[in-house]
């Protein structure tokens, strides 16, 4: 599995472009820059067929709308965030970005511990609720790509609406106990491991011997 990383829209949020088969991917969220996407798409010669987003704030579905329209991806989104896709508040776009919302006009609803098939790969979604109350995580392989659930050495925000402390423990709590080690791919800031995010992000440390 080849992973693509390119830093998309006003707040540079990551997003991964996989190969799941030749001349085939899918995208992990698009905050932004549509057109730096689709002429990276062009230039690797890669066919993209379904866009996974990870939560629905602006800065990581900016850019999901016009890539869909020009390629037909299919969007997916836990149906607890859905609301967020085709709102300028409820995303934050009109409080947090001086960049203009384009609301989106079809998706696709997931739910917690389904699988997304495509080409050679399976994408199985984990409900990590904590940032928003559909944040998912995708975990491809010995890949997790986390959104803003899980940075290295921290973990997303919950001090903003419909987020809540309790559930990012919850989460961080599931993903602790994933058996084996994972590279994580966050949706902000460098990549990691879970193994040293156990060891040494502080939100993770109270769980050590825990369910173990």
Known sequence: MKIHHLQLGPLRANCYIVETAPGRCV???I???SRL?????????????KILLTHGHFDHIGGAEEVHQATGAEIYIHELDAYMLDSEA????????????TPITDWTCVYGDCYINDGDCSFRVLHTPGHTLGSVCYVCG??????????CCSVGRT?????????MMYSLNKLYHLEGDYRVYPGHNETTTLDYEREANPYMKQFRGKND
């Open 159 to 167: 001090d903003l609406p419909h987020s809540s402390s309790s559930a």
């Open 31 to 33: 905050g932004g820059d």
């Open 37 to 49: 996407l689709l002429e990276f798409l062009k230039m690797k010669k890669l066919r993209l067929s």
């Open 27 to 29: 995208a992990v969220d």
């Open 142 to 151: 010995d890949v997790i790509f986390s959104g803003d659930t899980l940075f």
């Open 90 to 101: 409820h995303s934050l776009a009109n409080s947090m970005s001086f960049v203009k919302f």
